[in-house]
């Protein structure tokens, strides 16, 4: 089977501590602690606001809107970052509608 979500990274519980980090970021802003054990390329993701690398990495596309807009992005902004990854949509006629 295929289709969109074969193209991001699966949430795993290995990237607990980043959608923690992004959670408490949200929460806390700048003054946020970074958990113990987030590796540093985790943390300079969190740092540089990476929404592309965030998402790459399986956090939660709920938790990396709210961070957006935390950042001071506009919806449009957002969805031109994150469409910059994404496979092309697939064209042709959906099957259900091909009967």
């Known amino acids: 089977?295929?289709?969109?979500?074969?193209?991001?990274?699966?949430r795993t519980r290995d990237n607990y501590l980043l959608q923690r980090a992004v959670f408490d970021r949200l929460r806390h802003g700048e003054a946020a602690v970074l958990p113990a054990g987030l590796p540093e390329s985790d943390a300079a993701l969190l740092r540089a606001g990476d929404l592309r690398g965030l998402a790459d990495r399986g956090v939660h596309p709920v938790l990396i809107n709210a961070f957006a807009r935390?950042?001071?992005?506009?919806?449009?902004?957002y969805r031109r970052l994150l469409a910059a990854g994404r496979p092309a949509a697939r064209k042709g006629v959906a099957r259900w509608r091909a009967s």
């Not at 089977?1 to 699966?10: C, D, I, L, T």
């Not at 950042?71 to 449009?76: E, I």
């Open 1 to 10: 089977m295929s289709g969109p979500s074969e193209a991001r990274a699966p």
């Open 70 to 77: 935390a950042l001071g992005m506009t919806r449009a902004d």
